[in-house]
């Protein structure tokens, strides 16, 4: 199974975070639209991502909520008929919730940076390293990128965005 090292982190800016992204060199991907719809699983999680209204794919994670740096082992699934796959997965698991994001996707060395705006929860930065050379390597960049992105330890988020957005509406049912 895939793994990689992830860190989730507010931002308050995120025109400065594409002026670091840009003055690392890193290859912008451009802007995607998602929406990922979050199905109750026993373990880990399943989500389907829908991108721009065009692609799908389904992915399962399995990862611990703590504050910092976290591994996670996964599977990305492409998907051809995502209309069809919600059905199956609503079907078999109910959903959870709906997180719904415009993210910037930068790629730098073997890491992700995504630039997130989170319809409801406001603006963040998410690391995903790809340990593809091992684990000692992911930490290395995971702390360079950590750096040079100023992230504050009080900033840190320790959960998915699924579950920032669930407690939300479970405290608004209250």
Do not use: W
């Amino acid at each position: 199974m895939p793994q990689n090292l992830e860190l989730k982190s507010r931002i308050s800016s995120v025109s400065e975070a594409d002026r670091i992204a840009h003055r690392l060199n890193a290859q912008g991907k451009g802007i995607l639209q998602q929406r990922d719809i979050y199905y109750k699983v026993s373990c880990g999680r399943l989500k389907l991502r829908i991108i721009n209204n065009r692609s799908a794919e389904l992915i399962f994670y399995n990862r611990v909520n703590k504050k910092g740096s976290r591994y996670s082992d996964y599977f990305v699934l492409p998907v051809l008929d995502a209309k069809l796959t919600n059905e199956l997965c609503t079907t078999a698991f109910g959903q959870k919730v709906v997180v719904e994001k415009k993210r910037r996707l930068y790629l730098y060395k073997n890491a992700r940076i995504h630039i997130d705006e989170v319809r409801g929860l406001g603006t963040f930065i998410e690391f995903e390293v790809i340990v593809r050379y091992g684990k000692l390597q992911a930490q290395k960049l995971l702390k360079v990128l950590a750096t040079e992105f100023d992230i504050k330890r009080a900033a840190i988020v320790a959960v998915s965005y699924s579950d920032l957005v669930f407690i939300g509406k479970r405290i608004k049912n209250i």
